[in-house]
């Protein structure tokens, strides 16, 4: 399976009934991710942050860094095998509108030609769930009924507090 088939895929499992705002959303979140894999080149001292060597623009992901995030489990949960839509990535239907769409809408996303709606989000979740680590984020967007959140670089998502010891 190529890069562009595994993304089409988890789109597919991920958004295949929603919008297709929804899942140009949700490909420009799992680029973004492939992009945050991509390790920093060094900053020049001094230089204007348009200047060469001031990262106005990192490098694209490579074929490493797409996968990786294309199969991520944790950010896709319809990667894990145990997930009711996993088996639309093992074997989508044939002539299936829905996929026929999100094959357009990947192939767009790994050229360079979609836009990003999400505001550079690293973290989605469906509007009718709200996981732990969203409770005290705010949302960059919503669309089609997912979520969008940007974390920081080195951000990590909420955990519940260790419980406290309480003396008998």
């Known amino acids: 399976m190529d890069i562009a088939e ?3 895929r988890t789109l597919l499992a991920e958004a295949g009934t929603r919008p297709v705002r929804a899942i140009e959303a949700l490909a420009a979140l799992a680029m973004n991710r492939a992009r945050a894999l991509m390790p920093r080149p060094e900053r020049i001292p001094g230089a204007a942050p348009f200047a060469r060597g001031g990262h106005a623009r990192l490098p694209e992901p490579g074929t490493r860094e797409l996968l990786a995030a294309f199969r991520d489990p944790f950010l896709f949960p319809s990667r ?3 997930h009711p839509a996993h088996g639309l990535i093992l074997s989508p239907p044939p002539g299936d509108g829905a996929l026929a769409v999100c094959r357009r809408v990947a ?3 790994l050229s360079g030609a979609l836009a990003d ?3 550079s989000a690293t973290h989605w979740h469906p509007a009718d769930t709200l996981p732990a680590w969203a409770v005290a984020r705010e949302a960059s967007a919503e669309i089609g009924g997912l979520v969008f959140y940007r974390l920081e670089v ?3 998502p909420a955990s519940p507090a ?3 010891l309480v003396a008998a």
């Open 154 to 156: 080195g951000e990590r």
């Open 6 to 8: 595994a993304l089409s």
């Open 80 to 82: 894990n095998p145990r």
């Open 107 to 109: 192939a767009r996303a």
């Open 117 to 119: 709606p999400t505001g």
């Open 162 to 164: 260790a419980p406290a």
